[in-house]
């Protein structure tokens, strides 16, 4: 699904993107649109939260700089949604596995939202 990530540029089903990019579960791609650069706020993750994900990936830029603030943690947690935040490629990996695991293990496509900020 993500075949390559590389600072400001991350390719999604042969498709490159040179800005935040959202994936959901089935492939689709979009526009990752955030107030801040360094902040992820609860208000960058409203529409996403609609998708009623099980799982959400946020890779946090290069260097990880993104913060993730306390209350988008809390919030997920609230709604029984598990949180993974790591630097871009490593959540661009981590987003690739999971899918690919939840098919082999369960059968079933997990659903599963990767958030990624593409650069800091």
Same mark, same amino acid.
């Given at each position: 699904?993500i075949? +390559?990530?590389k600072?400001?540029l991350?390719?999604?089903d042969?498709?490159d993107?040179n800005? /935040?990019v ?6 689709q791609?979009? $526009?990752?649109e955030? /107030? +801040?650069d ?7 993750l409203? *529409?996403i939260? $609609? ?8 890779g946090n830029?290069?260097?990880?700089q993104?913060?993730?603030? +306390?209350e988008?943690k809390?919030?997920i $947690?609230e709604q029984?949604?598990?949180?993974i935040i *790591?630097?871009?490629e490593?959540a661009?990996?981590?987003?690739n596995?999971?899918?690919e /695991?939840s098919i082999?293990?369960e059968?079933k496509l $997990? ?7 593409l /650069?800091?």
């Open positions: 699904m075949e +390559e990530y600072l400001g991350i390719t999604i042969g498709r993107y800005y /935040d959202g994936v959901l579960w089935d492939g791609a979009f $526009e990752w955030r /107030d +801040e360094n902040k992820i706020k609860l208000e960058d409203t *529409d939260l $609609e998708f009623k994900p099980e799982v959400i990936v946020i830029g290069e260097a990880g993104s913060q993730v603030e +306390e988008v809390e919030t $947690e029984g949604i598990k949180l *790591d630097k871009t490593q661009t990996k981590t987003f596995i999971r899918c /695991d082999e293990e059968g $997990e659903r599963i939202v990767g958030l990624f900020v /650069d800091y």
